[in-house]
Structure formats: C-alpha cells, structure tokens
C-alpha cells in the first residue's frame, strides 16, 4: 500500500485559466510503495487466472507458430492502434499503414506510428532476458513514443483526468517529481526479472507505470508497451504478439477502474490480476483467429490469381516461385501497404518489374489503388486490412459478429474512415 502526501497548488501562470482551476488549494498526490524483488502473494482465485491465461498464451504462441514471424507487424499494428485508441487517438488500420510507409499522414496516424516503432522496439531490445532494463531504456521508449517532448523523467506534477485543468479536480494524481526517479529505478528492476508467473509481472508492471506516471505524456501507451517486453522476456511468448490494449480499449471504463483499484487501500491487487488475464486470454484466441483467417485469405488470393491469369491466357496460369507477384503475396500480412519503390527495395527487383507485378495484383482485384489528389500513391491489401479491425471490433465487443452488435467502444466497420480527431487540449491531464 502506498501513501498520500499533501501539496498546494497555486499556478505561476493562470492565464487562460478558468475561475474553478485559478484557484489554489492543498492536493493529494498518491506515492506507491516500491516493488521489491519478488511477486506478491495473490489469493487462490487470481492465481488461478493467471495460470489459466499463460497456459492460453503460450498455446496460442504454439498454434500461430512460424507464422507469427509474418504476423507479427499486423498483430503491432493493432496493438498500437488500440493502446493509442485509450488515449483518444482514432486511426484505421490503412491510415496508419499508409503513413508509416509514405512518412506522412495526419498527426493521429504518425503518432500511432510512433507506438509502432515503440512495441517493436520494447520487444527487440529490452526483451532479451540477458539484458538489465535501466531508467534510460524506458526514457528512450518514451521518447520513441512522443519524440516532440523533451526527453528525459518529467520535472514537475502532473495529474490525470477531472473536468478541468488543475490537480485539485484531477481524477488521479500521481506521485510528487522528486520521488519519480527512485520509482522508476525500482520499476525497472522489477520488469528485469523473469521469476514467477509472467502474466503476474506484466500486469502489475503495467499498473505500477501507470500509478507513477514519468512522464508528461505518452505514459500510457509506454506502459502497454512494457506488457510485451515482460512478457516476451520471460518466454511466455516467443513467435507472437498478442494485442491485449485491443481488450482494454473495449471497456476504458473497466481499465481505468481497475487501475484505480490497485491503487485502493488495501490494493484490489487480486482483482487487477484477474481482469488482466483475462483480457490477454480473449486477446491470444483473437490473435489465434486473425492467424488462421490471414491463411485461408492468403491461400484465396493465390487461387485468384491463377484464375486471373488463365482468364488472361498468361502463361504459366501458375507463375513461378520466385515471381515476384508471388512473393509479394507472400508477404502481404507484414506489408498490406506497398509502392513500387518499397518493393523493388525489399524483393530486390527493379522497379519496373515491381510495378508490373503490383498492376496484375490490382488488376486481380487483390490489391487496391490509393491515391491522393488524382495520383496514385500506394497500392492496399485491404482485405488483410479489414481482417485487422475485424479483429479490434472483435476484442472491442466481446467476440460476437460485428455485423449483429455495434461495439459501444471501437472504430468503424472494415473499409470506413476512422472515427474523430482525439480531443485537443494540453496534454498532461490524459491517460
């Protein structure tokens, strides 16, 4: 259990402010305890869940197998979309898959390719268990995540939520600046450790994080990124990743109570746990259900083509194995979004052989043309798109058929625009 400590809030700079947040008054700000060395004692329920769920993972991890090598990119891309969708950030899955290739887009697809590059970052280099996770690794994932901020631990308070700008109407305040380091220092030798339950660690990791709040933003989605570098760590996972913010973002309200219960007196720790696995048990059968669909789609675009070609009278009706318009089928679930220059570069063909084969492939109807001001930019795999937010819609609702249940939480249906803009305002009273 942690502890309040009282501070008084008087702004230096009330410009702009409303007569409710000009206001000083004394705040409480919440100090958690440090983690220590070793996992907590959990009751025989939570437990329980955490076993189940980690046994779930890692037949899941089984299951997808080799292919998660392919999927990997995909399955991060929902993640990341998700994680940034808690945050009031909308994206589609082929905004973002645009803007990551072409280096442009609106600021909500960029920021989200950020949280990309941070996942893959946390997972590549702070998963090996060898490796000593220290306070700067998790300042330099952060400032992945939002490289427009200064980098480093943030110098001041902040606070999450209320309904204006100011901690004495926050919903949560997090602990003083001067205690933010030593947090930190101990929150890292916590997520160093691979002893015990790792569906047990990564959770309360992530809870932890949250509680301290190092930063003036992107905390939160640094914080869900850390779930994957525990879990990864620890072997829970070894071929795939699986989405759990996809979970999350279904019931922000259930996230966020769950964050304020482990900071309860006494701690709703068992309860946390508990929610949390089984947030990543519905996300490992999802996973497991998007790997097995991007196969079979996989294996109908290559029947398409060879009825394309025999329709044609190109010979072979079969191209060979080493075509490149095979090849680009091939990898079609890690790079949905392709110009003629990405895979001239990535096949190593030249870029006439490139264009070629993505003009048969659209000319098939297995990809589509994007285009920007009457010129065409990119070429979309937009079914293995659609396969993507079907599956965030999927998560979001529960696991029933989109096409019957309009999730209360979520993007829209596959191949509409993404919903609204994340509201504008300073950044610091977010999530």
């Not at 004692?41 to 998660?68: F, H, M, N, P």
Request: hydrophobic letters at 45%.
């Amino acid at each position: 259990m942690g502890e309040y400590v009282e501070r008084l809030w008087h702004p230096e700079d009330a410009a702009g402010l409303s007569r409710k947040d000009r206001a000083p008054g004394r705040y409480f700000a919440y100090v958690p305890d440090e983690l220590g060395d070793r996992l907590p004692v959990l009751g025989a329920a939570a437990q329980a869940a955490a076993e189940d769920a980690l046994a779930v993972l890692a037949r899941a991890d089984e299951r997808i197998g080799s292919r998660g090598r392919f999927l990997n990119h995909l399955l991060i891309r929902s993640e990341s979309i998700s994680s940034s969708w808690i945050e009031g950030n909308r994206v589609s899955p082929k905004r973002l898959a645009i803007a990551e290739l072409l280096h442009h887009g609106p600021r909500q697809a960029l920021d989200v390719v950020a949280n990309v590059q941070a996942t893959e970052a946390a997972i590549a280099d702070l998963a090996n268990r060898d490796r000593v996770i220290t306070v700067d690794d998790l300042v330099d994932l952060q400032h992945v995540i939002e490289p427009r901020l200064e980098r480093g631990l943030r110098g001041e308070q902040n606070w999450v939520g209320g309904p204006g700008w100011s901690p004495l109407r926050a919903a949560f305040v997090p602990p003083p600046e001067a205690e933010v380091p030593r947090l930190v220092e101990d929150l890292a030798r916590f997520a160093t450790d691979t002893v015990g339950n790792p569906v047990v660690r990564a959770a309360i990791v992530h809870a932890q994080f949250e509680t301290i709040h190092p930063f003036i933003d992107g905390n939160g989605r640094t914080g869900r990124a850390l779930i994957h570098t525990v879990l990864r760590r620890a072997d829970a996972l070894r071929n795939a990743l699986i989405p759990i913010s996809t979970v999350f973002a279904g019931d922000t309200d259930s996230y966020l109570a769950g964050l304020t219960g482990y900071r309860a007196d006494p701690p709703l720790l068992d309860e946390w746990v508990a929610g949390f696995a089984q947030a990543a048990e519905r996300a490992a059968g999802n996973a497991v259900r998007l790997a097995e669909d991007i196969a079979a789609l996989d294996e109908q675009v290559r029947e398409e083509l060879v009825t394309f070609r025999q329709a044609r009278g190109l010979s072979p009706a079969a191209p060979r194995r080493d075509a490149a318009v095979l090849r680009i089928l091939d990898t079609l679930a890690s790079d949905p979004v392709l110009t003629a220059e990405s895979v001239s570069g990535r096949l190593g063909v030249s870029p006439a052989a490139a264009h070629r084969a993505l003009t048969e492939l659209a000319e098939a109807g297995i990809l589509g043309r994007a285009k920007e001001g009457g010129r065409l930019i990119c070429w979309t795999a937009d079914r293995h798109l659609a396969l993507v937010a079907l599956t965030e819609r999927s998560n979001r609702v529960g696991g029933e058929d989109t096409s019957v249940r309009k999730p209360r939480l979520g993007p829209p249906r596959p191949f509409l625009t993404a919903g609204p803009d994340r509201p504008a305002g300073r950044d610091v009273p977010r999530l």
